[in-house]
């Protein structure tokens, strides 16, 4: 029956795309003012929040039923069932984030994006708010740009799948990336077969089997790679990625290397990860450790040569700042300017590699030491406001600041003279933000706060990011 109900979606997904092939995601007009206190509230938002009261008051039911009453038998049916009501919800969450979309939100909001609103908004990762915005994508009807047609989805039969609660978003997300890699000369019926296909695999199976569905489908799409432009896949599937240090402080990095980046990798480590065994004892390193070093040591060529391009003014170095007192205790850690945590005996191992610029705060933060000749200039000023303020300092940004560009404060008009005093960062999105709509920017004890224009703020309220440095409380 369910799968009859998917099937029956596709068909009439694919005549209605058919009839109408230019399409846009589906909102309402994109103005929009902000609800004012004491405004009237519209008829649509009176019924959504009586559903969701109603939802609160069935779900604080659910969780106050006596569950030691019921039988093996009737609490692995009522797990199951509940689990399938609940998967139902991103129905409701696709739908806003695209009305949000739809409305131009992120831009009224002066995010940069539609994950950073929604970040800001729902206290989502930057991660989880791009899958989110992909799936208000791929998962909500559409309008067409001609004739303003509602169109389903891109994909009806994951949409159709949710609806109905037997698959959960990891399903989902996994089959619309793996569609999302199809070839473009795949004819368009092709793919809503391995839809349909993927969907009904999903409903019987756990994300990790799906996943190997997903690749063996895609490989079944394209068997002999002649329909895909080699090159144009590379490009669009390439990507690698440093993950978030765990509790030791290891990174994890993962991706997919095009092919032609992957040999010249291979070509640059192969000589560095050969084994080095001494007179007295063999090189009794994993071949996955011996590459782990040939990168270490590949990067450190690159930080000691001077060919690395400048990133908005710093040259391609490692900055890493401690406190005074860690390094005589040799204990603690220090941080690099993206943010990383190197444990001090590291650093006073590397204090003296090229490339390598340690630069020393007291307790009361302030700067005592900077390990270059120059104790000024433009190096040093960048640095240590970079330090001082962690990244963008635009409320709620999260921009880390090897990424931001150098904004004078309002004082820089006037004086035409450039002072740490005078420098925050910002990034590119809100450095835009800030000159073309007349915000201005004061570092008053360390700390940047930025001031609205009266028409955004009359009381013009000055603001300061918390995400890098929190105010004391």
């Not at 994508?137 to 609660?165: F, K, M, N, Q, Y």
């Not at 394209?222 to 990625?241: A, C, F, I, K, Q």
Request: proline share 7%; charged share 25%.
């Amino acid at each position: 029956m369910i799968l009859k109900y998917i099937s029956g979606r596709c068909d009439q997904a694919r005549e209605l795309s058919a009839a109408v092939p230019i399409v846009i995601v589906m909102s309402t007009t994109p103005e929009h003012s902000p609800q004012q206190t004491g405004a009237p509230v519209s008829a649509s938002a009176i019924e959504f929040d009586e559903a969701l009261e109603a939802l609160g008051g069935a779900l604080d039911r659910l969780a106050a039923v006596d569950r030691t009453g019921m039988t093996e038998v009737e609490v692995e049916d009522r797990l199951r069932r509940y689990v399938t009501e609940t998967r139902r919800t991103p129905v409701v969450t696709n739908a806003m984030v695209a009305e949000a979309m739809g409305r131009c939100l992120p831009v009224l909001r002066r995010c940069s994006s539609t994950a950073d609103y929604l970040r800001n908004l729902i206290r989502v990762t930057a991660g989880e708010g791009k899958a989110l915005e992909r799936d208000a994508v791929d998962l909500v009807p559409r309008r067409s740009l001609t004739t303003g047609e509602v169109l389903p989805p891109r994909h009806p039969a994951v949409a159709a799948a949710i609806e109905l609660g037997v698959i959960s978003t990891a399903h989902a997300r996994l089959i619309t990336d793996t569609l999302r890699q199809a070839p473009a000369a795949v004819p368009a019926h092709a793919v809503a077969r391995a839809e349909v296909k993927l969907v009904r695999s999903a409903t019987r199976h756990d994300p990790n089997t799906l996943r190997r569905r997903c690749e063996e489908e895609l490989d079944r799409l394209d068997p002999d790679g002649s329909l895909g432009n080699h090159t144009e896949h590379h490009d669009r599937v390439r990507w690698l990625r440093l993950g978030n240090p765990n509790k030791h402080g290891m990174v994890p990095i993962r991706g997919l290397l095009r092919p032609d980046t992957a040999a010249k990798v291979i070509a640059a480590l192969s000589p560095l990860a050969a084994p080095q065994p001494t007179r007295d004892a063999p090189d009794l390193r994993s071949p996955e450790q011996r590459d782990h070093d040939a990168l270490d040591a590949l990067a450190q060529m690159a930080l000691a040569s001077d060919n690395l391009p400048n990133r908005h003014g710093f040259p391609g170095k490692l900055l890493i700042t401690a406190r005074l007192a860690d390094l005589e205790n040799r204990t603690g850690f220090a941080t690099t300017i993206h943010g990383g945590k190197i444990p001090i005996r590291d650093l006073l191992r590397m204090g003296a590699d090229l490339g390598v610029i340690p630069v020393v705060f007291d307790t009361d933060g302030q700067l005592l030491h900077f390990g270059e000749e120059q104790r000024l200039g433009t190096l040093a000023q960048r640095c240590a406001y970079w330090l001082l303020d962690g990244g963008c300092t635009f409320e709620n940004c999260t921009i880390p600041a090897i990424w931001c560009q150098g904004a004078h404060g309002e004082d820089f008009l006037s004086s035409r003279r450039t002072s740490i005093d005078d420098l925050g960062p910002l990034c590119g999105y809100h450095h835009r933000l800030v000159d073309n709509q007349g915000w201005t920017m004061r570092r008053v004890n360390n700390r940047i706060w930025i001031t609205p224009p009266k028409w955004i703020d009359p009381d013009q309220t000055p603001r300061t990011n918390e995400h890098f440095r929190p105010l004391q409380e």
